[in-house]
Nanobody
Framework: QVQLVESGGGLVQPGGSLRLSCAASGSIFRDNIMGWYRQAPGKQRELVATMSSGGNTNYADSVKGRFTISRANAKNTVDLQMNSLKPEDTAVYYC????????????????WGEGTQVTVSS
């Protein structure tokens, strides 16, 4: 069982910055991918940024150059630094971890945080 706790959401003006943090606890496998997804009103949940335990990153095109993901594997934490925020970034942001088993048959499992609201408005 894995639990994810998010923090750092809030209200910010366009052009401002926020830093989201997520801490994972429980049975964390060595091979995993941690990251952030978001869901805006009336839209489907979408990937924002992820980073594997090996250091590989993946960003949505809409946030490249503005958002930076980082993680501390030993602490099971992942952060998202969000700069130059735009109104279209407004959404509930969810922390995600995908655990990957490499011993035996391939297997993966996703766990999600409860979400934190990010609102960008003047």
């Amino acid at each position: 069982q894995v639990q994810l706790v998010e923090s750092g959401g809030g209200l910010v003006q366009p052009g401002g910055s926020l830093r989201l943090s997520c801490a994972a606890s429980g049975s964390i496998f060595r091979d995993n991918i941690m990251g952030w997804y978001r869901q805006a009103p009336g839209k489907q949940r979408e990937l924002v940024a992820t980073m594997s335990s090996g250091g590989n990153t993946n960003y949505a095109d809409s946030v490249k150059g503005r958002f930076t993901i980082s993680r501390a594997n030993a602490k099971n934490t992942v952060d998202l630094q969000m700069n130059s925020l735009k109104p279209e970034d407004t959404a509930v942001y969810y922390c995600n971890i995908r655990l990957v088993l490499t011993a035996g048959p391939p297997f993966s499992m996703d766990y999600w945080g409860e979400g934190t609201q990010v609102t960008v408005s003047s």
